[in-house]
């Protein structure tokens, strides 16, 4: 039978290495692959005890359909968080998302139709590409440095683009490369937004996951024109299998946001968003998001000191203030994809996730995306000390 698919279809492609990482489910293999968080945070007793009190008693109400953009109580809840973080918001700013990927979903699908052009960092989130891709954008990239997206390349971009209609950006502890984008850009980057005319979509999952440094301010706080739509996530501060997250933004693109969310699915589970808004109102997250911390934080620096103590010299890799991400930068010719399936994981038994995918346009081959969030502290030592020791055995050969 030969189906005639949409076009679209042509931009909804599993992907190579999807395949590569399928590996990572092996038990002898140490994958520092997956971007999962680490379940043993999970808060198992307490969300027992709200899933338990959303439907005991008389818990009709938290097994009925709901209001399309989320009950009022949670999307107070979360306002409140965003206020604390220094975004001026109420409940109507709030929509509540089947976690933060049905927010990259729904904004392609208001903003974007074919070829319009989507600015990316590069490189970017995959789950971004993947959102966007049904849409059929045509991608623009700016170039990072250790501060994040490069400012004057973006103006460029935009000169080149001028049409661009929107602008993604994950600017806490971004996935891939674990790089923080600065004060002074984040204003910047809103003042060419009012100048260029595009939206800018802040992508920020792992924001509350910092270990060390300030804060730094949202772009939605520096936003003058409601132009920027801010997407957060509970999948790596509470669980990621309740699948929650939020979208605050103006009034008018949250209610147009609604819109499609009730085309899409109707409304998130309403067990899952009373369980999380009763989480919210017995427990203190926030000294559970402290608990988190603690723990990446000493798994970042396992990782980056035992890479420090095996890797040959010409490796780079970024030194990440948060997140679950360190990226590298091996010599220009080298292959990551290939050196993954012939040597990483038959010799060293070490999975990571090529770069290469990461790359909207043109891929770069000689990077690989590293997590220190699921695994113990031996195995980090282990599986990193594998990948070192091979990596300067083939220099040396
Ligand atoms: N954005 C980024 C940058 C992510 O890394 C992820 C999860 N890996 C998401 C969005 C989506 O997360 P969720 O849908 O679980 O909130």
């Known amino acids: 039978m030969n189906i005639r698919l949409a076009n679209r279809m042509t931009r909804v492609q599993p992907s190579a290495i ?19 968080p680490d379940s043993s945070l999970f808060p198992l007793e307490q969300l027992e005890a709200v899933y ?24 107070e809840q979360i306002a409140s968080r965003m206020r604390k973080d220094g975004v001026e918001c109420g409940a109507d700013n709030v929509l509540v998302l089947q976690g933060g990927q049905q927010g990259l979903d729904l904004v392609a699908k208001m903003l974007i139709d074919k070829d319009d052009v989507i600015v990316t960092e590069n490189p970017t989130f995959l789950g971004a590409l993947i959102a966007f891709n049904p849409c059929e954008p045509r991608y623009a990239v700016v170039k990072m440095d250790d501060d994040g997206m490069d400012m004057d390349d973006l103006e460029r971009t935009l000169k080149e683009n001028p049409a661009a209609k929107l602008l993604y950006t994950v600017p806490d ?10 004060r002074e850009r984040r204003k910047r980057l809103v003042e060419l937004a009012n100048r260029f005319d595009f939206v800018i979509l802040e992508d920020t999952p792992y924001r509350e996951l910092r270990y060390q440094g300030e804060t730094i301010p949202t772009i939605k706080s520096f936003d003058t024109e409601g132009r920027v739509i801010y997407l957060g996530s509970f999948s790596k501060i509470l669980t990621p299998g309740m699948r929650l997250g939020w979208a605050v933004g103006s009034e008018d693109l949250i209610q147009r946001l609604g819109l499609l969310k009730l085309a899409a699915d109707t409304q998130c589970s309403t067990l899952n968003m009373a369980a999380a808004s009763l989480f919210l109102d017995k427990y203190d997250i926030d000294a559970h998001i402290a608990t988190i911390r603690r723990t990446y934080r000493r798994k970042k620096e396992l990782m980056l000191d035992t890479i420090r103590r095996t890797f040959p010299q010409d490796v780079a890799f970024t030194e990440p203030s948060g997140g679950m991400f360190t990226w590298l930068t091996f010599p220009e010719n080298f292959d990551t994809t290939r050196f993954m399936a012939d040597h990483a994981l038959p010799e060293a038994r070490v999975a990571y996730v090529p770069g290469a995918t990461f790359f909207p346009l043109e891929q770069q081959v000689n990077h690989a ?10 195995a980090i030592v282990q599986g990193i000390t594998a990948l070192g020791r091979l990596l300067t055995s083939r220099r040396g050969a």
Not at 52 to 75: C, F, M, W
Request: charged share 20%; net charge positive; no cysteine.
């Open 18 to 36: 999807r395949e590569l990482l399928r590996h990572g489910a092996d038990p002898r293999i140490i994958s520092f692959g997956g971007g999962y």
């Open 52 to 75: 338990h009190a959303s439907i005991a008693g008389d818990g009709r109400e938290a097994l009925q359909y709901t209001v399309s953009n989320g009950p009022l109580k949670l999307r």
């Open 173 to 182: 502890f971004q996935n891939p490369t674990g790089v923080t984008l600065s």
């Open 369 to 378: 995306r590293l997590s220190y969030s699921t695994h113990t502290d031996e």
